[in-house]
């Protein structure tokens, strides 16, 4: 298909590329970095020709030939690496190892979560896609041939300032021919796949002992904390009960479960890397980044310009991506360099202050448009944004729900300790990254950056990824000081299971999680729309999530729901009002206000609202009506 062979040409043209660019880089890291980039360059290169041309086939096939003019200046002017296949042999044998069962529940959860067509028709998903897969499909169907910057078609009027760079790749396999839950999921997959395999490398790099890196890897995307300790100690001793409630339930897991228990630290892979399309695009972005940015450090050596321009590029587009990544890696950076200018070596202090300018520098030159043109105005337009607030989400109306230490430790585990002992660790180089880490983790604590205060997470963790692979030197050393007695075996035993276990149940419930997004006639109703009306339509709906005019057949409505709009920053008060009006009063000066062409009417529409059907029947032509769905068309004058 072409939407495979458009993405296969930009993810060979980045391995090309930092082959020929990237010289003082082993070959497992450039065949990460060189992926991620090329994802990077699938993502942004149609998104710039989209200002010129719509996000069209024409932008797709622009992005294309620029990044192949690319590949023959990389050819005319770069060099190559030497291809040596047994370059570090455990480390590629571990990477693999760990990678290898990492990727198929990526995929699974991928395949599942994301449109899995019933045998009835009806389009599937698991617990932690539910709520959010609906808003980034409506981003994946709208952006089609569409003019940039774009409007949310949940709410025209008001420009999309979501970071949106991740769905509209999907945006460009899905105009190339592959099907909508492919566009998401292969995507999804590869991305996923890239975070494991460079999460490893990277921890690798900062560790000093594979071992170390491999349990970081581990406490990373099986994270969780003591959760599980609350679930087994209301059972009663009935444990098949308690399990199925945790299999069974609808967000019942020990990692993420606010009411009652205030358990925040939601497992990666479940809540955030399947669910969280941006999260995931950040972080295949960021992970380089930090890689880029930390590995001369870490090897006593300057930064090469291929890898500033490298780091300057995949950093400076981040923005529209995930801010938090790009807010994440900016915070990191200035610790890093903060600590260079008062602690780095007199040798090389002046040039890697220099680097670090011409990094900020061009990063900004980049991002700065971006901000300018989508984040501010959200971030500006309302007072909910940016603000102080303490302690996170255990912080409800000025009051601590847990106490500050028992709400990390229960959260994170037992891992809290190790990682904040581990800003006392006496190698200079990883105590360097655990401060800035920490730098992250202070503003995380003291500053929130939108409505919904839980999605500091997304920062947070960057904090925690950093400091594991050090915390994890530590445990191993402790270890090996230990191994000789009777009890080091199981202590190390109780460890992991302690780290592990939560996170371990949520992963199994998220496997077996399956619900029902858009039954037969949601599927049917998306399918007629799509075909027989206008890309411009405009329809009048419910504020549901779960629509299938906005999601499935990508056309505007008049609003969406609170459940995204809210925390984005926008009011929907007197859009809610006029669109009860009309279903309830029949008031003509909505359709008229908002431009609508089509009415729809479903089983949601007939719950909210008191609607006289009768009425709407004897005004309207019905040009669409199967099962419990309508569609009346507006005439026009």
Not at 31 to 52: K, S
Not at 382 to 408: A, C, M, P
Not at 431 to 460: C, G, M, T
Request: hydrophobic share 50%.
């Amino acid at each position: 298909m072409l939407g495979v062979l458009f993405l296969l040409i930009f993810l060979a043209s980045g391995l090309y590329l930092v082959h020929r660019t990237l010289h003082h880089t082993g070959l497992l890291e450039r065949i990460w970095i060189g992926l991620a980039f090329g994802f990077m360059l699938a993502m942004v290169l149609p998104a710039i020709y989209a200002f010129a041309f719509r996000f069209s086939i024409t932008a797709q096939i622009a992005a294309a030939v620029t990044v192949l003019l690319f590949d023959l200046l990389a050819l005319r002017f770069g060099s190559a690496n030497t291809l040596i296949l047994d370059e570090n042999r455990s480390t590629r044998n571990t990477a693999l190892a760990l990678l290898l069962p990492f990727a198929l529940l990526a995929a699974y959860l991928q395949y599942t979560h994301n449109i899995r067509v019933g045998l009835d028709g009806s389009y599937y998903v698991g617990q932690s896609t539910y709520g959010d897969l609906p808003l980034h499909l409506s981003i994946i169907t709208s952006a089609r041939d569409v003019v940039f910057p774009m409007d949310y078609s949940i709410f025209p009027g008001f420009r999309l300032s979501y970071p949106f760079l991740i769905d509209t790749l999907s945006t460009s396999l899905y105009m190339l021919g592959l099907p909508l839950a492919w566009s998401v999921s292969l995507p999804g997959t590869l991305s996923c796949v890239l975070i494991f395999y460079g999460y490893f490398l990277l921890a690798n790099k900062i560790a000093h002992r594979q071992s170390a890196a491999v349990l970081a890897f581990l406490f990373l995307f099986i994270n969780g904390g003591l959760g599980f300790l609350y679930h087994f100690d209301l059972s009663g001793g009935d444990f098949g009960k308690i399990f199925s409630n945790i299999l069974e339930g609808f967000y019942k897991t020990p990692t993420n479960q606010p009411d009652p228990y205030n358990l925040r630290w939601s497992n990666l892979i479940a809540d955030l890397l399947i669910p969280q399309r941006t999260f995931m695009g950040g972080w295949l972005l960021l992970l380089p980044c930090l890689y880029l940015l930390l590995a001369p450090f870490l090897e006593n050596r300057l930064h090469s310009k291929a890898e500033l321009l490298l780091l300057i590029l995949m950093a400076g587009f981040l923005p529209m991506v995930n801010t938090h990544a790009f807010l994440a890696l900016g915070i990191f950076s200035l610790g890093q360099m903060l600590f260079q200018a008062f602690f780095g070596e007199n040798a090389h202090r002046k040039r890697r202050l220099l680097h670090f300018c011409v990094f900020g520098a061009g990063t900004l030159a980049l991002a700065l448009p971006q901000l300018f043109t989508w984040t501010f105005q959200q971030a500006l337009g309302t007072e909910r944004f940016l603000k102080f607030h303490f302690n996170w989400v255990n912080n409800q109306n000025g009051k601590l729900i847990d106490s500050y230490f028992w709400f990390y430790l229960k959260n994170i585990g037992i891992l809290f300790v190790p990682v904040v002992l581990s800003l006392f660790h006496k190698d200079k180089a990883q105590r360097a990254i655990v401060w800035s880490a920490f730098l992250i983790f202070v503003v995380a604590e003291l500053v929130v950056f939108q409505p919904n205060h839980y999605d500091n997470n997304k920062i947070f963790y960057v904090w925690y990824a950093l400091c594991l692979p050090v915390a994890c030197d530590a445990l191993v050393e402790l270890y090996h000081h230990i191994r000789s007695h009777y009890f080091a075996k199981p202590l190390a035993v109780l460890t992991l299971f302690l780290c592990l276990w939560s996170g371990a149940l949520s992963l199994m419930r998220e496997v077996v999680s399956n619900y029902r997004q858009f039954d037969a006639d949601l599927v049917a109703a998306a399918s007629f729309t799509e075909k027989n009306t206008a890309k411009d339509s405009r329809f009048l709906t419910g504020t549901q999530h779960i629509n299938p005019i906005s999601s499935l057949a990508g056309r505007s409505i008049v609003s969406g729901p609170d459940l995204w709009l809210y925390f984005h920053g926008i009011n929907t008060t007197e859009r809610k009002q006029d669109l009860q009006r009309f279903y309830e009063e029949m008031d003509l000066s909505v359709l008229k206000k908002y431009a609508v062409d089509y009415i729809f009417l479903s089983s949601y529409e007939r719950s909210a609202y008191k609607v006289n059907e009768e009425a709407l029947d004897k005004v309207f032509p019905i040009v669409y009506e199967q099962g419990s769905v309508k569609i009346y068309q507006v005439d026009k004058p």
